[in-house]
Structures are given as structure tokens and as C-alpha cells.
């Protein structure tokens, strides 16, 4: 096994944020805040900052990387996750620490970096693929290539100024697709665009992994990490705190966000002008009670509790089931049931509870986790709850249990079937 | 990198900024295809869907050089005798502008390109680069005008115009130090723009652009060239013109400051670079 392609020892980085202020107490003192207020960022800048007023971003992140992994990176906003990779990318400096890269590195923290709304695609591919480092004989080979991959063959010579968006992402990700280096630095990139561009860049990264590039990737979409990856970091507060396989990491990250129970309250409060708030999950056996690891033999019960703040038609409640190990398993919301009364009934204020069953002996053992939110369908989010409600189904064998369990599938439904000879 | 490192085993070393950060002029060398894309995309974007386009280079000087010829030159009689005012004055304006543009896109450039920087690397140094070019490319426009002028006044240079680099290339580094120097702070304190304006206007004052330097009494006209671009501006002149020449001392001393200027400028802004996209 050659050295490791990424080496990084150490690292710490520390940003100094404001100062809280404090209400002068005495009219002296606000006569003093006001004339000197000019001033304030000047005199700010030239003393040292005090304990309060430094953050530290990152601190004491060590890890090697190899060639050919795919690396993911997770954890809750404002853990350290794009500045690490800042850092990497020779974008800002580290405070303290170091790291070492072997070979051609790029980052993509947005797709367009460069582009002149004046100039043509044509003249922005040629802009954007040399800020990227390829050189011009590089470029004119790949540009065809690219120009394919966008679908932009009749347009190429307009301003990007008259792009649409979806135009315009196409064109920018075209280039970031050819660019070959050895190490690929992408920060949530993925999350911007529509459905399907999400796919093409899920199946580009495929590609480029399955190449034997090395691929570090940031991202909130445990869904993508568990797929692409085959090695995952999480960090929290700054700090590395899991360095494993992705499901070890990825469980982790929601035991340690807070959704570790079979049932969670939402911790933030509602928002000004807010119509629907999401308060509590819990999930429920087959005998009512509220327990973390469950029987697959019973069915179970999501209960979801939400106040509705400000009356309104349309409102429905979505639920999605993730599987650990297998991704997304159903999505299923409040609408399905009530399709005909749902635009009809109008929410009044108050407390809710909504229960969602599902069959029993349906799904495959392992661990889940849920997401809820809640919308109006095709017109507004209400209110997406942070928190997710984490569950075990055990692995209990029925008579026909191994049998099963040694099946293909998300899930393992018993279904009735049914057989008679065919009258001729 | 690029596509010929790749095969190397080269190692990009990431530490926290202590002491001297090497200046790496051979990265520069290697990004030398994003210099002239930069510059390119520059003048495009600038001068499409604009009615007279790239001629709005020059028409900044050609209004200056009316307006002082008015007013220096006619109503205040403070040219040379001998010499046209308009060319003078001229000759002057174009030497100043590269000086002055050099400074201020130079100053500007980190804080300019601060949307690009968060984003992507590349060596920073590259972004004034880029503003020295500009400017450059302006004087060759501005230049053909001048030719233009000094053949109407039956004005050609003699030999001593194999010298003009040496001018240029004073003014250029001035340019280049003065700009390094406050790009870094400019990130810091954005109201250093807006001093480096004045502070230019001003420093045009004290430089012989729209009044000739016999007018500087003798005994002060050693301490007056201390003002490398007075040096600069009347060299301009000695080798287009054939006026007289400042003296030579006084153009090594202007050199002797402005270079070390220059490399601490330059390692300067190393050392501030990366921490720009934290404050800007």
C-alpha cells in the first residue's frame, strides 16, 4: 500500500466572532458607546481578542487518506465540515496543525466559479476550466465532450446572461464533470438543481469513484453517503469524533443529533408567521407501547403531534422510513387517506395527533430512522422537524423466520398467494 | 497542478501562516494561461454592448489633456517654453495613468475578486498580475494616440528613447509596490480605497504632469526628485520630447526604494492572502 494521498495532522482553525454587546447601564456610558462608535471596528481590530471571542471551527482533526477512497464527511451545520475542506482546498489557512496532499487536487464548492455573465458558454468553459487549472490545449480536447454532457450544443455561443438556471447549472456541472484529478473535494454541490441534475451528479460521482480517483465528499444527504462511500468521518463542534464505515458513522450521527429515542420533541420553537408546527414523534408497538427496538411480527404505530398556529386548507403531514442499510424504504403522508376531504378541511387552531400504521411483518430487521415534515403539496413547506425518530427491528425468527431474512428486497412482506389448477 | 504534475509525486504542503510565506513565482509561471483567460475575460466583459467599446480607453486621457491645456496651459502659462502644451501635458497624463493604474487595480484586485477566491485556488498573486496587464494594455492604446500627436507636432524622438523602458518599468514597479502593499490592508479597512484615490490625486500634484519642473526653485529640486515619478515623468519627457533629462541619481535612488518596496509588498500580501476570505 503506497503512503497516503491526504495527510492531515492536527488541524485547528479559529475564527474571532463579535463581541456580545451589553446595554450601556448608564447615560454615561451610552454617550461614551455613541462617540466612540466610529471607532469601534478600528479599536476592535487592534487589541487581541478575548476568550469569548474566538471560535474555534475545527480543532484537533487528524485522519489519512488513501488513494481510492471515497470519503464522506457529516455532521449537524456549523460542525467544521466546509471549513475542513476549505482548508484542504488552500482556500483559507489553518491556525494550527497541518495537512499534505499528494497530486492534482479540485474543489467544487459551486458549480460556476468565474463565469462572466457577458461572455458566451462557449468563452465560459474555456474561463471556468482554466481557473480550474486545465490547460488550453486540455480544454479544446474535452470541449465537446462537455458541451454533449450539457446538452447545450444550440446555445453555446449565447451570453450566459440569457441562460435559464437550469441552463446554466448544466453548462457549469459539464465542466466540473471532465476536470480529472486524482483528488475530488465536493462540498454539497448535489443539493442545488432539480431532481434529475441530483441524479446525474449522483451518477457522476459513481463514475469518478469507480475510477479509483480519491473523492471527498460534504453533505447532508446520508442517503448519498451510504451509496457512494466507503468511509465516513463525522464531526461535531469542531472535532472528529467517528472515523469509520459509513453505517457505523451515519448511526452514530443520529444518536449523537439528538434523535436517539423512540421518541423526540422538537427543540426549536416556532417561527414567526409559522402555520404548522411539528412538536413530537414517538413510535408505538403492536401493544401500545413506546419501545426503541421493535418486533417485526407486530405492526407499529408513528405518532406525530403538531399544533396548527394559523388556520388554513391543504395542510398534510409526510412521513419517510430510511433504512440504514438499504436507503429510503416509503414515503407516505397524511394526504393518501383522506384525498377527497383534504383540500376541503379547513385546520382550526390547536393540537393534533396523527398516527400512521404500519403493517406487521413487513419489514426486514436492522435500523431505521424517520423523517417528518409537513406542507401544503406543490405550494409551501410548513415545517420540516429536525430531529428523527430512530428505531430497531429485531431479527426474530418465525418458523418460516431464516427463510425470509436470506431474501432479496427493501422489504420482506408476507403476501398471500394463491393457488388453484386452472380450469380449462 | 496540472496534467504534467500529475505523473510526479509533487506534495502540496498546508500550514498555518508563521513567519516568511515563500513567494512560489514558479506557481505563478504554471497558472501563466489563467493570467492572460483573466485578462480576457476582463476587456471582453468590459466593452460589449458598449456603443464606442475600447475606445474609452484613451478618452479619459484626451478629456484631461483638453481641460489642462485650457487652464495650465493657456490661462496659467505654467508649460514649457518650447515644447506644445497639449503634447506635454499629454506625454505626462499617459506615464501618470499606467503608474496610477497599476496602483489602483493592483490595490483593488484581491478585494475584487473576493467571490472567486472563496471558491476555487489559485495562486493570489495572479489577480494583480492581471491589473499590471490592464494597465499596460491601456498605455499601448493611449500610445497610438500619443504617436499620433507627436507626428502632427512635428515632434520625433532622438536616441535617447532607447531609455523609455527604463521609465516605464520605474513607474510600473512603484505601481506594483504601492498596490501590493495596500491590497492586503485594503481587504481589512475598506475606506483605504478611497485613500489611495486621494492620495493619488494628490501625488499627480507634486509630480511635473500639468506644470513643467523649471518652475521648482533650484535649491529644491533635488528634494523634489525624491519623487521617483517625478523622475519618472520627466525621463518620459528627455526621451520622447528631447527635454532635459532629471538627474540620473536621482532615478537609481527611485529604483534603490521602490524594489525592496516592492518584494516586501509582495511577501506582504503572501502572508495576508489566505486569511482574506475570512474577513472580506
Known amino acids: 500500500m503506497s503512503s497516503p494521498v491526504i495527510t492531515v495532522d492536527n488541524l485547528g482553525k479559529s475564527y474571532r466572532i463579535g463581541r456580545l454587546q451589553q446595554k450601556p447601564q448608564t447615560m454615561h456610558d451610552a454617550m461614551k458607546r455613541m462617540v466612540a462608535a466610529p471607532f469601534a471596528y478600528l479599536a476592535d481590530r487592534l487589541r487581541d481578542p478575548t476568550e469569548s471571542e474566538i471560535l474555534w471551527a475545527l480543532r484537533n482533526v487528524s485522519f489519512e487518506v488513501q488513494q481510492g477512497e471515497v470519503l464522506g464527511i457529516i455532521g449537524r451545520n456549523g460542525a467544521g465540515k466546509s471549513t475542513l475542506l476549505k482548508i484542504l482546498s488552500r482556500i483559507t489557512d489553518p491556525t494550527e496543525g497541518k495537512a499534505r496532499i499528494r497530486g492534482r487536487v479540485n474543489s467544487l464548492l459551486e458549480v460556476g466559479t468565474g463565469f462572466h455573465p457577458e461572455l458566451s458558454g462557449r468563452e465560459n468553459i474555456f474561463m471556468n476550466a482554466a481557473i480550474y487549472g486545465l490547460r488550453r490545449s486540455e480544454i479544446e480536447k474535452k470541449f465537446d465532450e462537455i458541451v454533449a454532457f450539457a446538452e447545450m450544443e444550440k446555445f453555446i455561443d449565447t451570453p450566459v446572461k440569457r441562460y435559464s438556471s437550469g441552463m446554466y447549472t448544466r453548462l457549469a456541472f459539464g465542466v466540473a464533470a471532465h476536470l480529472e484529478p486524482d483528488i475530488l473535494l465536493v462540498d454539497e454541490v448535489l443539493a442545488v438543481g432539480d431532481a434529475e441534475f441530483r441524479k446525474k451528479s449522483l451518477n457522476k460521482m459513481q463514475g469518478v469513484a469507480r475510477e479509483g480517483r480519491t473523492v471527498f465528499l460534504v453533505s447532508h444527504n446520508m442517503d448519498a453517503v451510504l451509496s457512494l462511500c466507503n468511509r465516513a468521518l463525522l464531526l461535531s463542534g469542531g472535532r472528529l469524533i467517528a472515523d469509520a464505515e459509513p453505517q457505523d458513522v451515519v448511526g452514530k450521527y443520529l444518536e449523537v443529533g439528538g434523535a436517539g429515542a423512540a421518541d423526540v420533541m422538537a427543540s426549536s420553537q416556532a417561527k414567526p408567521g409559522q402555520k404548522l408546527k411539528l412538536t413530537h414523534i414517538r413510535v408505538v408497538n403492536g401493544e401500545g407501547q413506546c419501545r426503541a427496538e421493535l418486533d417485526k411480527r407486530s405492526g407499529l404505530i408513528i405518532e406525530i403531534e403538531f399544533d396548527v398556529l394559523a388556520p388554513g386548507r391543504g395542510y398534510v403531514v409526510n412521513c419517510q422510513l430510511h433504512s440504514l442499510q438499504q436507503g429510503c424504504v416509503f414515503t407516505t403522508s397524511s394526504w393518501d387517506t383522506e384525498v377527497e376531504h383534504h383540500a376541503a378541511r379547513l385546520w382550526s387552531v390547536g393540537r393534533y395527533r396523527a398516527s400512521v400504521k404500519l403493517p406487521a411483518d413487513i419489514l426486514r430487521g436492522g435500523e431505521y430512522y424517520v423523517k417528518v415534515t409537513s406542507a401544503i403539496p406543490a405550494v409551501e413547506i410548513l415545517d420540516i422537524m429536525e430531529e428523527e425518530l430512530r428505531f430497531t427491528i429485531m431479527d426474530t425468527m418465525g418458523p418460516l423466520g431464516q427463510h425470509r431474512e436470506g431474501r432479496q428486497g427493501v422489504i420482506v412482506p408476507v403476501l398471500p398467494w394463491s393457488i388453484l389448477p386452472d380450469e380449462a | ?280
Open chain 2, 1 to 280: 497542478m496540472n496534467a504534467e504534475q500529475r505523473t510526479e509525486n509533487t506534495f502540496i504542503e498546508i500550514n498555518a501562516v508563521q513567519g516568511r510565506v515563500p513567494l512560489n513565482l514558479h506557481e505563478i509561471w504554471q497558472y501563466r494561461e489563467l493570467v492572460f483567460f483573466f485578462l480576457w475575460r476582463d476587456l471582453k466583459g468590459r466593452y460589449r454592448q458598449m456603443a464606442l467599446g475600447p475606445l474609452w480607453i484613451f478618452v479619459g486621457p484626451v478629456v484631461n489633456m483638453l481641460l489642462f491645456t485650457l487652464i495650465f496651459g493657456k490661462l496659467a502659462n505654467l508649460g514649457p517654453k518650447g515644447v506644445p502644451y497639449p503634447l506635454f501635458n499629454f506625454t505626462a497624463l499617459l506615464v501618470w495613468g499606467l503608474f496610477a493604474g497599476t496602483a489602483q487595480s493592483t490595490a483593488s484586485s484581491l478585494l475584487d475578486a473576493r467571490f472567486l477566491i472563496s471558491k476555487v485556488y489559485f495562486p493570489r498573486l495572479v489577480m494583480p498580475l492581471v491589473g499590471i496587464l490592464t494597465s499596460i494594455f491601456n498605455f499601448l492604446v493611449s500610445f497610438v494616440i500619443l504617436a499620433i500627436m507627436m507626428v502632427h507636432y512635428r515632434c520625433l524622438p532622438g536616441l535617447e528613447v532607447v531609455f523609455l523602458p527604463v521609465y516605464l518599468l520605474l513607474a510600473v514597479v512603484c505601481g506594483l509596490a504601492v498596490g501590493l502593499w495596500w491590497a492586503a490592508w485594503i481587504v481589512h479597512y475598506r475606506d483605504l480605497q478611497m485613500v489611495l484615490d486621494y492620495l493619488l490625486k494628490a501625488w499627480m500634484y507634486a509630480c511635473p504632469v500639468v506644470y513643467a519642473s523649471s518652475l521648482i526653485p533650484e535649491q529644491w529640486r533635488s528634494l523634489y526628485y525624491i519623487n521617483p515619478l517625478a523622475n519618472v515623468v520627466d525621463g518620459v519627457r528627455w526621451c520622447l520630447l528631447g527635454m532635459n533629462a532629471p538627474p540620473w541619481r536621482m532615478v537609481g535612488l527611485g529604483f534603490l526604494v521602490a524594489i525592496p518596496m516592492l518584494i516586501l509588498g509582495a511577501y506582504h500580501f503572501r502572508r495576508t492572502e489566505r486569511n482574506i476570505v475570512d474577513v472580506a
